[in-house]
């Protein structure tokens, strides 16, 4: 922004570097910095540091976790014979903040995108074969309702059939809280093609 | 988020108590700073650092800087007996940006609000006076185009007539780019009053 002082011309440069953060806001956000604690300065500093220090990819899961198997994969309360993949780690998040789900995740790190050259062997794949034949019952196919995350459903599905257990997906209809006459005919169409019986 | 890792929900925590940044935003900053470098992520802590450690206000205009007085107030190629009076520090940025204005500043630290409990005492005016009073032809008055804004500029403008300097005050009136059709009435009223002839 040219300032007079390149320490802050600095953090509005870093700011600007993250995702969604325009040269507007990242000079908000270090004006707020400035007005903050020195000790509250020094903590996010540290906190930082510290993800990038404790954060790992859990070896079995891949998902974020501190402690390799993470939690979720060594807990005695879940059920171990079902497997829910997901594309990253967020959706992980968002999964268990419904409390609903109780068997373990798979994080496969993105999905098939021949567009931007992601192909299956950039994703946790095979682990996830490897996983399957052992003793699992379910597969959960929890893609984004989207292309790709379609062709990525496929594509396991496909992979995943003939070793013998049973492959589901979650649903795709309409979203609670929204209005039949505003969904679009794609998601009409899921919602029909998917209904249950009462 | 109550995810696996205690460091990434701190640092989620941390992000959303900035302005203007929700649960979502700070996690999807988190993950982003998982992904970046090592390198990179001790830089932005440094940054973050150095900017409480560095930047200070200048004695003088009360702006940020490094060195104190600051940059523009020891420049040899300002104007020194024009002094603008902005609100705030990043008010001297947008005016700087012009590269029109040729003058000093004096930022206030904010603006008169009963409301918010902000008199005289808690604003830089005395640091002003003081100023004024010491060979300054004339002082533009730059606050922001608002009850508050135009309350301190009034009361500025009442304390500085009587040391028999030139007292101005920045144009209100048509934002370049927009229709006359579509401003308020309050706008289209100061564009009238302040009209120039041609």
């Known amino acids: 922004m040219l300032s007079t002082s390149p320490s802050l011309d600095a953090l509005v440069a870093r700011f600007s570097r993250l995702p969604g953060i325009g040269r507007k806001t990242a000079q908000r956000l270090a004006l707020h910095i400035l007005k903050l604690g020195t000790e509250e300065v020094r903590a996010m500093a540290q906190a930082l540091l510290d993800v990038k220090e404790n954060v790992r990819e859990c070896s079995i899961c891949r998902n974020i976790t501190e402690e390799d198997p993470c939690a979720i994969c060594t807990s005695p309360k879940r059920e171990r014979r079902l497997i829910c993949v997901v594309e990253e780690s967020t959706d992980v998040l968002a999964i268990e903040r419904t409390n609903e789900y109780k068997g373990l995740y798979h994080v496969l790190g993105g999905r098939l995108s021949p567009l931007e050259g992601v192909g299956p ?32 459903t496929l594509y396991l599905a496909r992979l995943l059939k003939p070793l013998g257990l049973r492959v589901t997906r979650i649903a795709r ?25 009462l």
């Not at 794949?125 to 379609?150: K, T």
Request: proline content about 4%.
């Open 121 to 152: 062997d950039d994703l946790h794949i095979q682990s996830l074969l490897d996983r399957a034949a052992q003793g699992v019952e379910e597969i959960i196919l929890a893609m984004n309702p989207n292309v790709e995350g379609e062709a990525t």
């Open 173 to 197: 209809g309409l979203p609670v809280g929204t209005d039949l006459e505003y969904a679009d005919n794609d998601t009409i169409s899921r919602a029909l093609e998917g209904r249950i019986a």
